[in-house]
């Protein structure tokens, strides 16, 4: 059935009307034919001066599509109604893939722990992930991608799942390194066990009550401290300190996200001993006091790559600025990230 008044806007024309909620035959629901919810939610983006996701891959229909209004995933797929589904990001630089594999590596590590199969070998997720990268055009931006356990039907178990769903999108955004200091809290929203923390799983309503809780309180995002007291991490970032006596320290992974960035900040930071600009670099149990005692802190992720922390809980962490050897990290993985070696960078093959 034609609607006859598509650009008739049920809740915002009936409220106009009466200045008060529409009663039930107020509210007109129209339904709409296959081309006319395309129209709808094409519309939506005609109005969007600079389109932010060029591309996205979708195992349903087996291809990339460059329209965002397609850019859809199917209701009854696991993943959006029971969460069971994992995902991952890489970054695009200057047209290269920064650190692919290690990510993908961790997204395969994920679909195990979350009792996903994928519907394709690692070797082709890759190629779909490069060939996305590449029809999308975007020389600076991200890479997301998620395996579900798919579409099937509502109930909890997957059984009515037969294929698993791979989906990838490439997001724009002209990201540059993180100079300016920030804010941090303590979470006082309880963090995942080590369990759920340390596969990078699609549920992060704990994550986004954290980051919530930090942006309400005036600050960037929050730090976790687990149960046994020890420095865990952020809603979506890991943190690392340098101590009075010019120590790199990061809490261990072992109930947290093995976070990518960080990893790489490890094995690059020996650099910097070798220099006599660090004392020491390794990973650690880290009491809340010992990391707040810290001479300089910062968070440590795929977008910022290093965000220097210059104050937490409302106390300065060190001198409150920000810290020379934080500036140094970043510089050192930065510049890995524009012009590192060619092992931890792909080159687009744009089309
Ligand atoms: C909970 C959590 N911790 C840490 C990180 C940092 O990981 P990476 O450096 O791989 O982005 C992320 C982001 O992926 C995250 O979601």
Not at 143 to 166: E, K, Q
Not at 192 to 218: C, D, I
Not at 285 to 298: H, N, W
Request: charged fraction near 20%; include cysteine; charge should be negative.
């Amino acid at each position: 059935m034609e609607s006859q008044n598509p650009s008739f806007d049920p809740i915002t024309d009936a409220t106009a009307k009466t200045g008060e909620e529409g009663s039930e035959n107020d509210v007109c629901v129209p339904i709409y034919s296959s081309s006319e919810v395309l129209g709808k939610l094409q519309e939506k983006w005609k109005s969007v001066k600079k389109i932010p996701y060029p591309a996205m891959y979708s195992s349903i229909f087996g291809g990339i599509t460059l329209d965002p209004s397609l850019m859809v995933i199917p209701i009854d797929d696991h993943m959006v109604h029971r969460g069971h589904g994992i995902f991952d990001t890489a970054m695009i630089v200057n047209g290269y893939l920064y650190e692919l594999d290690t990510h993908l590596d961790r997204f395969l590590r994920s679909a195990s722990k979350a009792k996903v199969a994928s519907p394709f070998p690692r070797s082709t997720l890759r190629t779909i992930l490069v060939k996305l990268a590449a029809a999308s055009h975007c020389k600076k931006g991200s890479l997301r991608y998620w395996l579900s356990a798919g579409p099937g039907d509502f109930l909890l178990s997957p059984a009515g799942c037969p294929t698993s769903a791979f989906y990838a999108v490439v997001i724009d955004d002209d990201f540059s390194q993180c100079k300016e200091g920030v804010k941090a809290i303590t979470s006082t929203v309880p963090m995942k066990t080590p369990q759920f923390a340390t596969m990078k799983n699609v549920n992060y309503l704990p994550n986004v009550l954290s980051k919530m809780e930090a942006e309400e309180k005036g600050a960037f995002a929050s730090i976790w401290v687990d149960d046994d007291g020890y420095i865990a991490e952020g809603p979506n970032v890991n943190v690392a300190f340098i101590s009075k006596s010019k120590e790199l320290l990061l809490p261990k992974f072992d109930k947290i996200l093995s976070g990518c960035t960080a990893r790489r900040l490890l094995a690059l930071a020996p650099k910097l001993v070798e220099q006599g600009i660090l004392s020491s670099v390794g990973t650690g149990d880290i009491t809340l006091e010992q990391a707040k005692g810290s001479a300089e802190a910062m968070y440590v992720g795929s977008g910022l790559p290093i965000l220097p922390i210059i104050a937490w809980d409302e106390q300065p962490v060190g001198d409150g600025k920000v810290g020379a050897l934080t500036l140094a990290l970043s510089d050192l993985l930065w510049e890995d990230m524009i012009a590192g070696p060619e092992t931890h960078r792909l080159r687009i093959p744009y089309m």
